[in-house]
């Protein structure tokens, strides 16, 4: 499966698990009472169809390395998984403390998860308590990993691809990374009895 459906599958993962409290429940009619308007979930799900709410793994470098004014990007994974990596700059902020912290109206936020799954349902969450800025890694760390950290080249690139590879090795050795050219399968020699 390539890295473009990993990350359309979380995507969709995302939004059908964040809207899954929303379709029914035992407590279907106090759910009724406090869900949102159908306009304001009419709107997400615009936004989602848009594609306006992800950024990607080689997009969030960029602003990283720009400097980006009022940019936050919040790591919702454990402690522990924050500890062994996180991306440069990230704050981390437990998915259950994240209605709980202060964010202001001025900044764009950046959620990102594991695989994207619960940064894209946090997505939700926030959009509902208001906050537009906001945007979430839909791969996830391992997009971040793969698109950044360890991108690769296949050896039968075109110019285009190529010419797009230089820019993000460009980004990926400022971060540390190690960007790779797929080498064509190694010509099998004949050994002899």
């Known amino acids: 499966m390539t890295a473009w459906w990993r990350r359309a599958l979380a995507a969709t993962a995302a939004l059908a698990g964040a809207l899954a409290p929303l379709a029914g429940s035992p407590h279907r009619r106090a759910a009724a009472r406090s869900a949102p308007a159908p306009a304001r979930i009419a709107e997400l799900a615009q936004i989602v169809s848009d594609r306006d709410d992800h950024v990607s793994a080689a997009e969030l470098a960029g602003w990283l390395?720009?400097?980006?004014?009022?940019l936050r990007?919040?790591?919702?994974r454990s402690a522990s998984e924050f500890n062994a990596y996180h991306i440069p700059g990230a704050e981390h902020v437990p998915l259950d403390r994240l209605a709980t912290t202060p964010l202001a109206s001025d900044e764009t936020i950046v959620l990102y998860s594991q695989t994207g799954v619960h940064a894209g349902q946090a997505w939700v969450l926030l959009r509902l308590l208001g906050h537009h800025q906001v945007v979430f890694l839909a791969g996830g760390l391992h997009e971040w990993l793969d698109d950044v950290m360890h991108p690769t080249l296949p050896a039968d690139a075109g110019p285009d691809t190529r010419a797009a590879f230089a820019r993000t090795a460009e980004l990926s050795r400022w971060f540390g990374g190690t960007p790779a050219t797929l080498d064509a399968a190694p010509a099998r020699r004949y050994r002899g009895c």
Do not use: I
């Open 73 to 76: 990007v919040l790591d919702l």
């Open 65 to 70: 390395r720009a400097g980006r004014p009022r």
